[in-house]
């Protein structure tokens, strides 16, 4: 038997953005890798930007899946390494692996099934809808790889080790990045694909990503450097935690999803295609913007796990509020920047006159949003730091219904501007935050232990 090797979190200020630098800049990457996608399509046509939006939060709604599922092992991970069970890491990762992956096959198998029949049904054209099926057949085969690099990177953040996220984020970018532009407009002899390129792209992109991950845990030597042996049988006690804990997050990251796909559907079929590529930017903004505050997320749910493996409860509150500040100070000066020149950024997408200055109304109501954010994700980390998961899932649940009510009366049946639209990101965050609050100062979670 492995002697113990408690592996402590550093909460200093400095700790902190060193452990979250690194993931930031991870997550930096697939966002920028769908940032260019949209950039890339955009110069093809406003069709292919507007369905970039519906095809992208199809694939987004089971990559959050994945993510759910993520966060539940990062949870439970770190949580192993502030008790000092280090072999339990490893295991629990493997059960992960072989969750991430049986759902993967059953996506898979479902988008082939029924994707047509799903977006001519939510009433996109029947031109497009097969534009976009056609798209997602191919981007759905990326699930298999992206979950194991999310679940490997998991792994390398519970060691206290993020710097490691490095190597993946960049090979990622560069495959993507050429892969882009060669398959989309059909340079140096590759087929010229089209909307489909950027789809091929991104999965052997992620492939990529799969692998550099798996050789850097392999050549930096981190399990045998933090005693940790590799168990590669499956054990029906700890895939029953990863279940417990993971579901309800994986629900939740699918409602959520499932829920902004609507949004997405209603503005279809609502508003102009000018309006739907403008808000087909302004998600590719949410996903620039989610890596700082989701970066300071998994910070929260890492370092506040590590705290309460170690029993050190009374210092959870004092430790949250520290990532709060910091992750505020981030979320600001990117919103400042983005605000300061919006031109610039929306320039990208080369779209008509119109487009910008539809695009600047809506950039104000966004980045309030992404102010409200950066609390919110780090309140309702913190409960996913405490194990109760399933009350991540009623928060969510909760969210949704108020979220999709408001977005069926603002899009859909008063056929408001798309600036009310937007402000349903408003209204959601405070709701999810207000009700994490609410959960963490009764203080009953400070008993719960990972069984």
């Not at 692998?211 to 399990?223: A, E």
């Not at 937007?422 to 999810?432: A, D, F, G, T």
Request: glycine share 8%; proline share 1%.
């Amino acid at each position: 038997m492995s002697q113990k090797q408690i592996i402590k979190v550093n909460t200093s200020v400095k700790g902190i953005i060193f452990l979250t630098l690194p993931i930031s800049l991870a997550k930096l990457v697939p966002e920028l890798n769908y940032l260019l996608d949209s950039v890339f399509l955009g110069h093809l046509g406003s069709k292919e930007l507007a369905l970039a939006g519906l095809t992208g939060v199809y694939y987004l709604i089971f990559s959050a899946v994945g993510f759910g599922l993520n966060n539940a092992l990062l949870s439970i991970m770190s949580r192993r390494a502030g008790e000092g069970s280090q072999n339990l890491i490893f295991s629990t990762l493997w059960h992960g692996l072989a969750v991430g992956t049986t759902f993967a096959l059953l996506t898979i198998g479902f988008t082939h099934l029924f994707i047509d029949n799903i977006l001519i049904w939510s009433g996109v054209e029947k031109i497009e809808a097969e534009m976009a099926a056609g798209f997602l057949r191919i981007r759905v085969w990326g699930l298999i790889f992206l979950f194991a690099y999310q679940m490997q990177n998991a792994y390398i953040i519970s060691l206290q080790k993020s710097k490691y996220l490095l190597f993946g984020a960049v090979g990622i970018a560069i495959v993507n990045m050429a892969l882009n532009y060669l398959l989309i407009f059909g340079i140096g002899g590759f087929p010229k694909m089209g909307f489909n390129g950027a789809a091929l792209a991104s999965v052997i992109a992620e492939f990529a990503g799969m692998i550099i991950v798996f050789l850097v845990i392999k050549w930096t030597k981190l399990s045998k450097k933090h005693k940790i042996s590799y168990q590669w049988s499956l054990k029906s006690k700890t895939m029953l935690l990863v279940f417990k804990q993971g579901l309800p997050l994986m629900g939740q990251y699918a409602i959520s999803l499932v829920a902004w796909w609507i949004f997405f559907i209603l503005i279809n079929r609502n508003y102009t295609i000018e309006e739907q590529a403008v808000s087909q930017v302004m998600r590719n903004l949410f996903g620039l913007s989610g890596i700082f505050t989701w970066s300071f997320g998994s910070t929260a749910n890492t370092v506040l796990s590590n705290l309460l493996g170690q029993g050190k409860t009374d210092d959870f509150f004092r430790i949250m509020k520290k990532i709060m500040k910091i992750s505020l100070t981030g979320i600001a000066s990117f919103i400042i920047l983005i605000n300061l020149f919006p031109d610039i950024f929306l320039a990208l997408f080369g779209q008509e006159e119109g487009f910008y200055e539809s695009g600047v109304q809506i950039l104000r109501i966004v980045s309030a949003a992404m102010l409200l954010i950066s609390f919110g994700v780090i309140w309702l980390n913190a409960v996913v730091a405490t194990g109760n998961t399933i009350i991540v899932f009623w928060i969510e649940a909760i969210g949704i219904i108020i979220y999709l009510v408001y977005i069926y009366l603002v899009i859909e049946y008063f056929q408001l501007d798309l600036r009310l639209a937007w402000m349903s990101e408003w209204i959601y965050w405070l709701v999810m935050m207000f009700l994490s609050i609410l959960y963490l100062i009764r203080g009953k979670w400070k008993t719960n232990e990972l069984q």
